[in-house]
């Protein structure tokens, strides 16, 4: 994947879902990982309005599973992925969200975190989780950084002190300016001469940009070993974007370092604990009780905070029985992907456990779109001009989630499995993206690292 910047040409705009009409446009926000995604994908769609290019392959609606080949190959840059938006600051530094389970202290360059206790009696912790977090912070006064640069997460896995200037505030990046507007006619196109608003809009302090990560594979004339990366192209027709809302236009340049060195990585693993943090929201929503294709029961999920690849019950599972918390992650290829790719194995399951979280108020996604294609379950190629997409409850980057594995190979593997990296910085992709939905969009990304008890003074 490549890195890019953003610079925007004027005020943005990222609304969140609350109506204009009411409480006034809350503009001034850090948008969600998808905002970006959505831009690049606009963005192609206008720069190649046509599928006549001899660098690009469609493909079919559908789910590879159960995609209807009597179709047109008519879906185009499927293969786009990204990652971001994370605010740069002038020195060229990325930043990201920070731990959930990160307490300021009073002194200088100095944090604690909040640990997992050991049960002491009947709590009323949600199922399937087993400790509660202790606190083992003295009462602090200090601000809480809410943005974090990759060196200050390789000393929060380490637990070493943070240098100075690591830590930034949502202030240090942008603020927010209300003005007025006019309502306009959805169906004209022009202000509709009744209602008057107020909206918040996003001014980024000076030298700060947008900063994310992108990539584009194709399949050059259908040929799966000739796949080059085609999304220069985009940005040689045009080095603009429009992004967010009211279709404000921001200049894009290409960022000549690698994604290894742009996304913080994870501390090293030793023992049998691990904990995964969140870099970016992720969607895990609720699954129904129901029938596959091939006659197999699909067993029902909660979704919300606990991932659907976390055991919500007692269930069967490669013919056995697996319990509350247990992890359904596999150390190799799932049970499908194994059966595309003719005669390789699945792999088994990582023996571990989920038993403790800590988990902020979720994020709200939602957005408004100009073509609402795939309606209903059949892949209906259906379409209208304009409407709302489906609100969805997201956990908020920052989240930590924390696992206990039968040995320290299962914990390795783990790790593993949760790292963005997979383990490998020199493949130069994302390789884990453990959101449910929204992956491609660059939900889901976390890394890892070790934990311990916390065990309070008598």
């Given amino acids: 994947m490549k890195a890019y910047n953003i610079i925007p040409q004027d005020l943005l705009f990222f609304r969140d879902g609350r109506p204009i009409d009411t409480v006034g446009g809350h503009g001034a926000r850090w948008p969600e990982p998808s905002l970006i995604f959505d831009a690049i994908h606009a963005a192609l769609h206008r720069a190649f309005p046509n599928s006549d290019n001899d660098w690009e392959h469609s493909h079919r609606y559908g789910r590879s599973s159960d995609r209807d080949h009597s179709r047109n190959r008519e879906h185009r840059f499927g293969s786009l992925t990204t990652a971001g938006l994370f605010p740069v600051d002038e020195t060229g530094l990325w930043y990201f969200p920070s731990p959930a389970d990160y307490v300021p202290s009073e002194v200088e360059n100095s944090f604690y975190t909040l640990k997992p206790m050991k049960p002491v009696g009947v709590s009323n912790l949600p199922n399937p989780l087993k400790y509660t977090l202790g606190n083992p912070c003295p009462p602090s006064k200090t601000e809480r950084a809410t943005w974090w640069n990759r060196e200050a997460f390789n000393h929060y896995f380490q637990q070493k002190p943070i240098p100075a200037g690591s830590f930034k505030t949502s202030k240090d990046f942008y603020s927010g300016e209300w003005t007025t507007g006019i309502g306009m006619d959805s169906d004209r196109q022009t202000q509709d001469g009744e209602r008057i608003y107020s909206a918040e809009y996003m001014r980024l302090k000076p030298d700060v940009s947008l900063g994310f990560l992108a990539a584009l594979r194709m399949k050059q004339n259908g040929n799966p070993t000739n796949v080059q990366e085609c999304l220069d192209k985009l940005f040689a027709e045009s080095n603009k974007i429009i992004a967010g809302g009211q279709q404000r236009v921001c200049s894009v340049s290409h960022l000549d370092i690698d994604v290894g060195a742009t996304l913080p990585v994870g501390g090293v693993v030793e023992g049998t604990r691990v904990k995964w943090t ?70 088994m399951r990582i023996r571990a456990k989920l038993v403790a979280a800590c988990i902020p108020k979720p994020v709200v996604i939602t957005g408004w779109t100009e073509a609402l294609h795939l309606i209903g379950k059949g892949y209906e190629k259906e379409r209208t001009t304009h409407g709302p997409k489906e609100t969805k409850l997201a956990v908020a980057a920052g989240t930590v989630y924390y696992f ?44 890892c690292g070790a934990w311990d008890f916390y065990e309070p003074e008598e």
Avoid: C
């Fill in 404 to 447: 206990e594995a039968e040995s320290e190979e299962q914990a390795q593997k783990l790790a593993g499995a949760l790292n963005w990296h997979g383990g490998r910085l020199d493949a130069g992709i994302i390789k884990n993206r453990r959101s449910t939905l929204m992956g491609e969009k660059g939900f889901g990304l976390g890394v």
């Fill in 278 to 347: 969140l870099l970016t929201p992720a969607i895990f929503p609720a699954i129904q009780k129901s029938t596959s294709k091939d006659g197999k029961e699909i067993v029902p999920h909660a979704g919300g905070w606990l991932p659907t690849w976390v055991a919500e019950h007692e269930q069967l599972y490669d013919g056995g029985k697996v319990e509350p918390g247990a992890v359904l992650l596999r150390d190799g290829p799932g049970l499908a992907k194994a059966k595309r790719k003719k005669g390789s194995q699945p792999g």
